[in-house]
């Protein structure tokens, strides 16, 4: 009975949530119409934080709810960005480094050292994985920036994400598809402790015609900001073993509102740039997400892997680590333009990537490994950061 009253509040509070999104809809097409320009940003981004929570009392929906969080805090920086240039005369940009190095702690803090050695036990499907991650993915990026003719800074910024380690967020997406999360972990921990020598070197050859590529600077700027949180995350997870639920729920809490907020500032600072470039961001995006998924799918075909294996190199090798690479934009590159990529192509990877994991989801193959639930960890654990 409580239950059954549980279900039919929740489906009360979620026509309520569309309600309001419908009336914000309505408002914002009216102020556009009328012309009312003091009156088209309120409406257009509480219709889109009213969708995000919409989504969150969804379960099929869940996966849309961060994306929107995003879409909320960018439409919040397009309409007002003196919002998100200084509070008191701090400047909020000088906030971006310490807050990826906040999520990568929350990154170290979902993995664990058993992670890191599972490596030994998959060898042939990390090497795989690895192989096809730093190579696939950089030399897409140089080839979608070239064809779509971004300016320099754009540019390098589309060959960062490339170059970048994979994210946790792979690892969302492969629990949802069924498919191998034990080395989707693994290819995520594992690329990450390469990513100091390989994320440089991938640099200094693609885009070091574009724009100043400093190796050392990028390589120390890769262990202080994501491999000095991330180890500091694993040895918290390591001594709050048993006893870290409380860390569990509050750190994807914490690293979304990070990474929305990061965002944002990047939006206001490179405002006319994104409105120039923003829809050929996404269609880059786009395909270079689709190039990584492809052929990090027949790669691993060709290396004889299973096919739940397969499924799991492919979004592995197309879903980036969007923080690190917004980090060394900004860090390094010294340029928000150069952080416009990661920050689209962040956002789109948790879109392509739990539509393929909805669709992977709803087909198991045949030769599915029987033990796939024992190496499938928990959602608690896995479901932590979107980036």
Known sequence: MAEQESRTQSSTWSRWLLAVSGICLF??????????KAFIGPPFILMLATLAIYFQTKPSLKVFTFTFWVFAFTAAALFY?????????????????????????????SLSFGDFARAVKMPKAVLIGMLLQFTVMPLAGWSVAHVFGFEPEVAAGVIL???????????VMAYLARANVALSVTMTACSTLLAPLMTPTAMKILAGRLVPIPFMGMMISIIKMVILPI??????????????????????VVSMAAICFIIAIIAA?????????GFLLIGAAAVHNTIGYTLGYFGARAARLSEIDCR???????????GMAVGLAIDVLKSTNAALAP?????????SGSTLASWWRESIPPDAHADQAEKTKEPERIEALPT
């Open 27 to 36: 408002g914002f097409l009216a102020a556009w119409a009328l012309g009312i």
């Open 81 to 109: 960005p003196v919002a998100f240039f200084s509070w008191g005369g701090f400047e909020l940009k000088r906030l971006n480094v310490p807050l990826i190095q906040l999520i990568m702690f929350g990154m170290g803090a």
């Open 161 to 171: 994400i490339g170059s970048c380690s994979g994210g946790v967020a792979s690892n």
């Open 231 to 252: 180890v500091a995350g694993l040895i918290a997870n390591w001594l709050l073993h048993g006893r870290r639920k409380w860390l569990d729920r509050i750190l994807p």
């Open 269 to 277: 600072n490179s405002r006319n740039e994104l409105l120039t470039a």
């Open 312 to 322: 799991t190199v492919a979004l592995e090798v197309g879903m980036q680590n969007g």
């Open 343 to 351: 920050a689209i192509f962040g956002t789109w990877m948790n879109v």
